[in-house]
């Protein structure tokens, strides 16, 4: 069999440029591997979901084409978000779902988030599927292709577990993502009412990149929160899995603010629980976590590999500093834009006035995710240069699970390679002003002195 693209398997998903990295071709043969994969477990059938991406079509049919022929059925679930593809592995029994998304990646990307059997393959289980491919390894039979409609259902499920204690009215920015299709919907059936912004799907992504983490993309929520009545903005990324949040005074509070919050309202009703966060988040998680009764758990950054440690601990709550956050406690522990946001209004709408409560969570100076932009495969290299060889002064502890954190007295660094794109992914975070400069000098002259010439964004 012919060579695959290296590059398209990352470590918690497939990722490429359409019709370059990732032809139709390439997605039919991996459907192939993900059915024979999926039979090999005993599974029966695979539901397929797709974000709003043109390409999402053409390769979502590939896709299914590689499943059913390996004897596996294929269930389209349609035009949804990432999450409502994995809350159709539950709904339809099937345990296993691919959902064919570029996430918050530009228009034209797009991918595979894979969970076969109740498991999200990730790392060596990714590169396995490549392996497979290559070598010929593959099932062979007739399977089915059918559709199912599961959105009225997972409305349904959210809108019975979530009760606001009074309405709200807040900006939703779905960024012309796939969100745009149902989280209207949704919210109103909580008793929101809507300020929309961008709420329909298109593919071009014409208004700003759907991705909430980067504050440029928020700047519409800000805007709208100024010239309306509505008392707090809510952001999804391109496929739904990851949430903004934005305060009436403008305040962006970043994904590791906000698990503080979901984390003082899971442990009240599981005490000694574990909360589980990615290298990216604020080291005032770890405390208030503690304080709150509960075990903090820092550890690598992914979807897949967070939900993964999440299995394997039994916690019922884990988030990243990206926006994905995962509730187990009423849920169903995989990452899911929409219900975050509901549970995030369920909390807000207990107090008088939202945008103190989320003011008064602890907070640092700090910097959003900064990237340094490089060549495919370059970021690796750094980062292993980094631990190797890098010099940190006064640091008090250098944490290498995912990149390298260097924690000092006042303060932390983080340089991480990327898993989706090829960029560092670089965060700060001190007591003032002053020391957030000082790390910052110290990561500057720790990375160029690794890597001179180095371009960098702070």
Known sequence: MSQLPAEIFKAYDIRGIVNRSLTADVVRRIGHALGSLAAEQGQKAIAVGRDGRLSGPELAGALMDGICAAGIDAIDVGCVPTPVTYFAAYELGCHSCVSVTGSHNPPDYNGLKMVIGGTTLALDAIQDLKKRIEAGNLRHGKGERRSADVLAAYVDKIAGDVRLARPM??????????????????FKRLGCDIVPLYCEVDGNFPNHHPDPSKPENLADVIKA?????????????????????VTKDGEIIFPDRQLMLFAADVLSRVPGGTVIYDVKCTRLLAPWIRQHGGVPLMWNTGHALVKAKLRETGAPLAGEM?????????????????????????????????????????????TPELNIKMAEGEPFALIDKLKKNGRFNGADEIVTIDGVRVEYTDGFGLARPSNTTPVVVLRFEADNAAALERIQADFRQAIESVWPGIQLPF
Not at 171 to 186: H, Q, R, S, Y
Not at 228 to 233: L, V
């Open 225 to 245: 929160l100024r010239e309306t009545d509505a008392e707090i903005g809510i952001a999804f990324d391109g496929d739904g899995d990851r949430l903004g949040v």
């Open 322 to 366: 990206s926006g994905h956050t995962f509730f187990k406690e009423r849920w169903y522990g995989f990452d899911d834009g929409l219900y975050t946001g509901a549970r995030l209004l369920e909390i807000l709408s207990q107090a008088k006035d939202a945008n103190q409560v989320l003011e008064n969570l602890p907070n640092s100076p700090s």
């Open 169 to 186: 009215k807040i900006v939703m920015d779905c960024g012309n993502g796939v969100a745009g299709a149902i989280a209207p919907e949704l």
